[in-house]
């Protein structure tokens, strides 16, 4: 299995609603990311787990909140959302921080 | 010091030839540099990735080339194809000591959107 697979697809969401984004790899790879991209715009790092410890948060607001509960899986936790939150969120995944990131297929979100 | 600059925003190509994507970075420390390859809707995908012990790397129609002294590195497809057609992103990271501000961390280019016309 060589794939980063994230669910859901699509979601939309209202600025109360509590949602959450999942990712999951079963490469064995022990770092693990998300980004977040704007349209026509590169992704940009939210945070990073190295070896299910958080390692890298670039200051990014409290409303999101991540959580790593194995290897293997990786949560966004969404609360109280502003509607320019709404982009493309990326899971990636790589064997160590200095290897190759691979990229799930991201969850289309809107907030409204 | 973080910063990858990406050139041009935007590419056309004729069917079968070549397409040439420039990426220049500050800082020394980075040490990979992979590009991506993004379609519509989909997450970017690895296309191929260099370390500055090497000048140059060939997969297939794709060709990297670096140059640490100047602190550049380009991407080249060979034999465009429309299907070649999609936003490249070229990146650098940092896989030095764990103390480094950029380990782990990507730091993409703004992207190239290349279309490649049959």
């Known amino acids: 299995d060589t794939e980063v697979t994230q669910t859901p697809k699509h979601l939309v969401m209202g600025m109360t609603n509590k949602k959450s984004l999942k990712c999951e790899q079963h490469m064995g790879h022990r770092a693990m990311y998300w980004y977040k991209q704007k349209a026509k715009k590169p992704p940009e790092l939210m945070f990073v787990?190295?070896?299910?410890?958080?390692?890298i948060n670039e200051s990014v607001p409290s409303r999101f909140s991540p959580e790593c509960p194995n290897s293997s899986l990786l949560n966004l936790h969404l609360h109280a959302l502003q509607p320019e939150d709404s982009a493309l969120y990326l899971c990636?995944?790589?064997?160590?921080?200095?290897?190759?990131?691979?990229f799930g297929q991201g969850t289309r979100l809107t907030v409204v | 010091q973080q910063q990858v600059k990406q050139s041009p925003q935007s590419l056309i190509v004729q069917k079968g030839g070549i397409s040439i994507i420039n990426c220049a970075y500050e800082n020394t420390a980075f040490d990979y540099f992979p590009w991506y390859q993004q379609f519509p809707g989909k997450g970017p995908a690895l296309l191929i990735a260099i370390r500055p012990d090497v000048s140059e790397k060939k997969e297939g129609r794709f060709t990297i080339s670096f140059n640490k002294s100047a602190k550049q590195f380009s991407l080249h497809i060979m034999d465009s194809q429309p299907g070649d057609s999609a936003t490249y992103f070229c990146a650098a990271s940092d896989s030095g000591d764990a103390g480094g501000t950029s380990y782990g961390k990507l730091t993409f280019g703004q992207g190239t959107i290349l279309t490649v016309h049959p």
């Open positions: 990636a995944s790589s064997p160590s921080r200095d290897r190759e990131a691979f």
């Open positions: 787990y190295s070896y299910e410890k958080l390692s």
